[in-house]
């Protein structure tokens, strides 16, 4: 059984600091990893994901994730964080990516000014 | 590319009465759409998996006759909530997978169903 985990479910940067929310999962095969952003009454939107090719999975708005198989983890990072980045977001976990997609609970980020 | 719409965004209806919600792939062919549920500052938990001219499978937990899905064409799935109570209000989210990237659901803005 597939399962993800977030830890912190809320996470405060100041605006121009580092951004970094852990997520680690839990798979009895090579897994697919993605991060997924939601804003306020949307969608999810796809930041990257990770599917078995390089490691360090580069995805949109200047966010990256690596895969780390012997700590399973695929924390998700950015430089510098933007007012703009403050949304809840979510990781997640799929054996194949058309088989169901497994999500943590969640992380809030906000950003402070 | 990769759009995902649902249709409508907001819904308010009376308990006892029945609601569908619509999910397009706008540019590009979904062989798998899967329905989801959130509810308020909770994870999305995933009700069920369609896939074109097939029954939809279930997880579950979640009454199938209750929540009819009918995924008519390769574009489109709908999801009627039938005898719509309150406890039924939530965000329903639905997302597409596509023949040319099984790897990646698309997902759509969401539907806010609102029961009275």
New interface residues.
Partial sequence: AQSVTQLGSHVSVSEGALVLLRCNYSSSVPP?L?W?VQYP??????LL?Y?SAATLVKGINGFEAEFKKSETSFHLTKPSAHMSDAAEY?CAV?D???E??T????TRLTIIP | GAV?S?HPSWVICKSGTSVKIECRSLDFQA??M?WYRQFPK???M?MA?SNEGSKATYEQGVEKDKFLINHASLTLSTLTVTSAHPEDSS?Y?C?A?GWD??????????T?LLVL
């Fill in positions: 697919y993605f997924y009454n949307q969608g999810l939107q796809l994901k599917t979510f799929s194949f990516g058309n169901k997609l999500f943590g609970t969640g | 995902v649902q062989t798998t899967f909770q994870s999305l995933l998996t965000f989210i997302s997978v990237q099984q790897e990646t659901q698309y997902f759509g803005p969401g806010r």
